[in-house]
């Protein structure tokens, strides 16, 4: 049980935490304005949960090698490959499926499909490199301790449950609006539009109605 809550809690921080940081991105970087970065309508982005339970794992995982300087450098490229390849995954799985570009590098150098170029994978080896020198340690010491009490237990578990209720919900949205779409891939931006008027046009329905 200890473990579960373990995992729990380290998909809860990395998807608080990559929500915080693409509202900052997005604010000050690229859109220059204040918005929800993520899909989901809640403030968490789960690409970066599993992102983060990567890094753990690859943290944490023993090679056989420890203490030599091999284990650190086959860590290191399997943490930029294991990050490369989850936002590949996502950003497939979100055109292919929902017709929805949730980013697009399509116009920075070597990229592939506009869902990874060099550049970015570069930016997640070095988080990655970052996160299994200096954070490990401190996380897994630190929620270790947290998943011995049963409060916090019923705490991470209603975050979860609150989660996933919000990806069932969107999920059912987006595809709903992929059927007026169905033939085009929307920017994430003009997906967060239609998402929008989608969610007016239901609470209209339901004002009515009553």
């Not at 989608?198 to 209209?204: T, V």
Request: aromatic share 16%; with cysteine.
């Amino acid at each position: 049980m200890s473990y579960l809550v373990i995992i729990s809690t380290l998909f809860v921080i990395g998807s608080l935490g990559g929500w915080v940081i693409e509202l900052l991105f997005r604010r000050f970087v690229s859109q220059k304005k204040w918005m929800n970065p993520g899909f989901l309508i809640g403030p968490y982005l789960p690409i970066y949960g599993f992102g983060v339970l990567v890094l753990y794992a690859v943290s944490n995982i023993p090679l056989g090698i420890d203490g030599h300087i091999w284990d650190i450098i086959i860590r290191i490229i399997i943490i930029g490959v294991g990050m490369s390849l989850i936002e590949f995954l996502a950003g497939l799985i979100f055109i292919k499926g929902l017709g929805i570009k949730l980013w697009d590098y399509s116009n920075r150098k070597g990229n592939i499909m506009g869902i990874i170029c060099p550049s970015f994978s570069l930016i997640w080896l070095v988080v990655g490199s970052l996160y299994y020198f200096f954070l490990n340690p401190i996380l897994v010491q630190g929620i270790t301790w947290m998943a011995e009490n049963l409060i916090y237990t019923y705490f991470i578990g209603a975050v979860i449950g609150a989660m996933i209720v919000d990806f069932a919900y969107s999920i059912h949205l987006a595809t709903k609006l992929k059927v007026f779409n169905e033939y085009r891939a929307l920017r994430f931006e003009e997906f967060k539009k239609e998402f929008k008027n989608k969610i007016k046009n239901l609470k209209g329905i339901s004002t009515r109605k009553k």
